[in-house]
């Protein structure tokens, strides 16, 4: 068994430029991250969870925009299909993994956790730095303060 750990961004970069993208895949960085330290602790909080998976099984050439549904009754299954991962390296059958849902309400019952919010959300997934940063990320930010979210979990897949 391999013991190395996965070197995830060259492995993008390569899997990115071996589709035939003009330029290299790009991380988006920030000279000031906009996190902060949480307000109070992780007890008292209301916790918002983010994923990349998709709602419905979308086409490559579909429009993205983030969407959410009930963290209650959530959605047999997710989908990511359309995306470029490597499919032969991982799979999306184990929901848990990318919406860890019942570990996050068993945090609440257990008293770890404050709350969990009433609604998961999906970000889209873009090769662009600028769509998720001018479009997506603020619309996650409105449905969070909507929410009156005070931590979010991102689970990207």
């Known amino acids: 068994m391999d013991t ?3 070197e995830y961004m060259a492995r993008t970069r390569a899997y990115y430029n071996a589709q035939g993208f003009e330029k290299s895949y790009a991380w988006a960085t920030f000279a000031d991250v906009p996190f902060t330290v949480p307000a109070k602790p992780l007890a008292d909080s209301k916790l918002a969870l983010i994923t990349t998976a998709a709602l419905y099984e979308r086409e490559a050439t579909d429009a993205r925009y983030v969407a959410y549904a009930s963290t209650s009754t959530p959605p047999d299954r997710l989908w990511a299909s359309d995306l470029s991962w490597d499919k032969n390296a991982t799979h999306m059958r184990d929901r848990g993994s990318y919406l860890p849902l019942a570990p996050l309400h068993q ?18 997934t873009d090769y662009s730095i600028r769509r998720t940063s001018e479009v997506d990320a603020p619309a996650i930010l409105d449905l969070c303060v909507e929410d009156e979210i005070d931590v979010a979990l991102f689970v990207p897949l």
């Not at 945090?107 to 889209?124: K, N, T, Y």
């Open 107 to 124: 945090a609440v019952a257990e008293g770890r956790l404050g709350q969990l919010g009433q609604r998961f959300l999906c970000a889209p």
């Open 4 to 6: 190395q750990p996965v």
